[in-house]
Antibody
Framework: QVQLMQSGAEVKMPGASVRVSCKASGYTFTSFHMHWVRQAPGQGLEWMGVINPSGGSTTYAENLQGRVIMTRDTSTSTVYMELSSLRSEDTAVFYC????????????WGQGTLVTVSS | DIVLTQSPDSLAVSLGERATVNCKSSQSVLYSPINKNYLAWYQQKPGQAPKLLIYWASTRESGVPDRFSGRGSGTDFTLTISNLQAEDVAVYYCHQYYSPPLTFGGGTKVEIK
């Protein structure tokens, strides 16, 4: 069965970077895009961007350009999301979510990773 | 960017009754050449990841109970939960995938009256 297993919770200082991983299993890794969505405490969902594991191409939300990098490792079927220059407003649960293409609905989601930015 | 506005923000419905959630898009998400609306609905229970309920505005995801239904086209969409059950208490989000950046509605919290 399809599973997206994310790395554990992180606590970071303002200005630091965080890298969250998402390990996929149960399907052909390179056949589906992987999106990242974040959710601040008590708030709604915000799309961050997408990576195509087949070639590594990415599209990022404009408001995160320059601070977010999405990469993948096809040997381990894992995608990574790195967010730099963290500020308190970045405190959120980060989800990876599978989609057939770069503009599509998300049929499977990871369990979420809480990133807390605090001094 | 396409803005999705959901209404109401919250609603309380008696068990067995109907709950209706609305989603209005700032521009059409209908791709006319294939007559498909690029809109999905998700359910999120406390402490859990969102779960796909409906895609292409009205296609129910496999395994989703048939009391969940979606309708609408262009800019106006509705999610209906018929015969509300206790396990349907959650926040519901609409989502457009017509064009990047992909966006979500603000969410509607459904509770039991």
């Amino acid at each position: 069965q399809v599973q997206l297993m994310q790395s554990g919770a992180e606590v970071k200082m303002p200005g630091a970077s965080v890298r969250v991983s998402c390990k996929a299993s149960g399907y052909t890794f390179t056949s589906f895009h992987m999106h990242w969505v974040r959710q601040a405490p008590g708030q709604g969902l915000e799309w961050m961007g997408v990576i195509n594991p087949s070639g590594g191409s990415t599209t990022y939300a404009e408001n995160l350009q320059g601070r977010v990098i999405m990469t993948r490792d096809t040997s381990t079927s894992t995608v990574y999301m790195e967010l730099s220059s963290l500020r308190s407003e970045d405190t959120a649960v980060f989800y990876c979510a599978r989609g057939m293409t770069g503009t599509i609905y998300f049929d499977y989601w990871g369990q979420g990773t809480l990133v807390t930015v605090s001094s | 960017d396409i803005v999705l506005t959901q209404s109401p923000d919250s609603l309380a419905v008696s068990l067995g009754e109907r709950a209706t959630v609305n989603c209005k898009s700032s521009q059409s998400v209908l791709y006319s050449p294939i007559n498909k609306n690029y809109l999905a609905w998700y359910q999120q229970k406390p402490g859990q990841a969102p779960k796909l309920l409906i895609y292409w505005a009205s296609t129910r995801e496999s395994g989703v109970p048939d009391r969940f239904s979606g309708r609408g086209s262009g800019t106006d969409f509705t999610l209906t939960i018929s015969n509300l059950q206790a396990e349907d208490v959650a926040v519901y989000y609409c989502h457009q995938y017509y064009s990047p950046p992909l966006t979500f509605g603000g969410g509607t919290k459904v509770e039991i009256k």
